[in-house]
């Protein structure tokens, strides 16, 4: 077959996944507003079994994207992952793909669990980063994931981590919490201290040292990548990561309009618990870029009646030139149960 004939296959079939995505429910679909045409998974399930690496490559995609209505081509999926003989593209979509479509978890763990041992890193990272996807119904991968906290590659050592926090306190047994802290202490992959802080803040029996140095890491003096990975692994702990709130809010100001955007994610998610945000809130509301005063006072809304020393504040942006500010302002009073006069 010629590439532009293997190429315009390729394409026909991400044209036919938009066309399945985007069909309208019919009459006894499930609820959820789309369902995904079966023909088409069984179009992709054969491209899955050809002989050419793209279209296989392609049709692992393809499932993935379609996600848990392709729950029938999971086996198939779990032999590509599986196949030693596969190109590690293909395996390693299948992998994402497993972890989109969340099927059966007996039959979507053991194949990703074996396939952590994969001697390609890029497999190994994606079959770490399915399972966590998974979460708690991929408990049964914690031991295989926590022996790759000591892979020589960093990648796969963040994603082991991360996939781990991932699947909650329920499946962390005091032997993978050690050899999160082990990875830590050692310091042999400097670059994946934010996702073993991350881990052990999810299921160390005392997470406040770890939520403490993952809101040091968002301080100026570290590089932009690491507070932006740190504000996201607080944003994942959601309300356990109150205690962070102060360092969330002096991001807020931050010159660089992702991590503000990053530091105002990680705040909404710690909810009304993050009273200590409410002085870097008010100065976010009073000197930051249009996009951080818009936040702050979103989020001091968010705060409830115990952000009520923010009204004065409040009052004077909702009088601001600036519609959705205003609009934010206004909002925000009427949640902390104050006037707008």
Do not use: W
């Not at 590690?88 to 979507?108: F, H, M, N, Q, W």
């Not at 607080?234 to 991590?259: C, I, N």
């Amino acid at each position: 077959m010629t590439l532009k004939r293997r190429v315009t296959r390729i394409l026909l079939a991400l044209l036919l996944l938009a066309a399945a995505l985007t069909t309208p429910a019919l009459a006894g679909e499930p609820a959820g507003g789309e369902f995904v045409n079966q023909d088409f998974v069984a179009v992709q399930l054969k491209a899955l079994a050809s002989p050419d690496m793209l279209e296989r490559y392609a049709a692992a995609g393809a499932l993935g994207e379609v996600g848990p209505p392709a729950s029938a081509a999971a086996p198939a999926l779990a032999e590509r992952l599986n196949d030693p003989a596969e190109s590690p593209l293909v395996r390693t979509a299948a992998a994402e793909a497993l972890g989109t479509i969340a099927a059966d978890p007996k039959v979507s763990v053991p194949a990703l669990s074996a396939a952590l041992k994969a001697p390609e890193p890029l497999v190994r990272c994606a079959s770490a980063h399915a399972l966590g996807m998974l979460g708690p119904s991929a408990a049964m991968a914690a031991p295989a994931l926590a022996a790759n906290l000591a892979d020589p590659v960093e990648g796969v050592v963040t994603a082991a981590a991360q996939a781990l926090g991932r699947l909650g306190r329920g499946a962390a047994a005091p032997a993978q919490v050690t050899a999160l802290e082990a990875a830590l202490a050692s310091g042999k992959q400097p670059g994946s201290a934010i996702a073993l802080r991350f881990a052990l803040a999810r299921l160390s029996s005392d997470p406040a040292p770890h939520v403490r140095a993952l809101a040091a890491s968002l301080a100026a003096s570290h590089p932009p990548r690491e507070r932006v990975a740190a504000a996201h692994a607080l944003e994942e702990l959601g309300p356990a990561a109150a205690m962070a709130a102060p360092d969330l809010a002096a991001m807020l100001t931050d010159h660089e309009e992702v991590l503000r955007a990053a530091a105002a994610l990680a705040l909404s998610a710690t909810g009304p618990a993050a009273t200590g945000a409410l002085p870097g809130l008010l100065a976010a509301l009073k000197d930051g870029p249009p996009d951080a005063r818009l936040a702050a006072a979103t989020l001091i809304g968010r705060l409830g009646p115990a952000a009520a020393t923010a009204a004065p504040a409040l009052r004077e942006a909702a009088s601001s030139p600036d519609a959705a500010l205003a609009r934010a302002a206004a909002l925000a009073l009427k949640a902390i149960g104050q006037s707008a006069h």
